[in-house]
Structures are given as structure tokens and as C-alpha cells.
């Protein structure tokens, strides 16, 4: 069973910076493909990042990159969503989620391939 902890979202103006987290309550981490998802108001799930369990293999969806830097620190059991450049449409709660399965493009960036999901933090941009 594996436990996902989100944190570090918040108000922030359009333009700034912002970093997120994701603790993981599990014996071993290093198994782990991890991604990044996102839910606007009144829209559906949308994939943003994905990264490996040794954090050299990263994807992203369309709509942050550039923008967006996934990145894993196995011995803190952590992921961390790295966001710069934040818009207004980049409103959302953002769920980090995690599946013991080698990482491929293929259904890294799929809501329904991933079986522990974290509960969530919301990050709004102002324009």
C-alpha cells in the first residue's frame, strides 16, 4: 500500500513560480513510476508530467512544456512538480499518483494505468 502526500499549492499571480511536492508512505520508492495530474474547475483530469522510478526518464503533457520540471529524490521518497511561467488556465487541484510498473510513454500519461492516488492541492493563478 502506498500512501501519496501532495503539498505546496497555493494563490499565486499570474508569472510566478511555484514548486510541489509529493511524500510517498512506502517501504521502497525506488519501484515507482510517479506522475502528475491536474483537475480544473468543471473539467476533466489532465496529465502534466510522469517520471521513472529512477527519475531518467520524464514526459509531459502538451500544455506545460517548457514550462513544468518533474523531478524525484528516492532516498526522501518525494516527487517534486517544479511549475514557472504559472497562467491563469494552470488553475487546478493537482493530484500526484503512483503505479510499481517500469515507466513508458505509453501509459505513464494515463489517469486510469495509475492505482494510488494522492488526495490533492490546489494551486489558483491570478491573472
Known amino acids: 500500500q502506498v500512501q501519496l502526500v501532495e503539498s505546496g499549492g497555493t494563490l499565486v499571480q499570474a508569472g510566478d513560480s511555484l514548486r510541489l511536492s509529493c511524500a510517498a508512505s512506502?517501504?521502497?520508492?525506488?519501484?515507482?513510476?510517479v506522475g502528475w495530474f491536474r483537475q480544473p474547475p468543471g473539467k476533466e483530469r489532465e496529465f502534466v508530467a510522469a517520471i521513472s522510478w529512477s527519475g531518467g526518464i520524464t514526459d509531459y503533457g502538451d500544455s506545460v512544456k517548457g514550462r513544468v520540471t518533474i523531478s524525484r529524490d528516492n532516498a526522501k521518497k518525494t516527487v517534486y512538480l517544479q511549475m514557472n511561467s504559472l497562467r491563469p488556465d494552470d488553475t487546478a487541484v493537482y493530484y500526484c499518483?503512483?503505479?510499481?510498473?517500469?515507466?513508458?510513454?505509453?501509459?505513464?500519461?494515463?489517469?486510469?494505468?495509475?492505482?494510488?492516488w494522492g488526495q490533492g492541492t490546489q494551486v489558483t493563478v491570478s491573472s
Open positions: 499518483a503512483a503505479r510499481a510498473r517500469p515507466f513508458s510513454v505509453g501509459w505513464a500519461s494515463h489517469t486510469s494505468e495509475y492505482n494510488y
Open positions: 512506502v517501504r521502497t520508492f525506488g519501484g515507482y513510476t
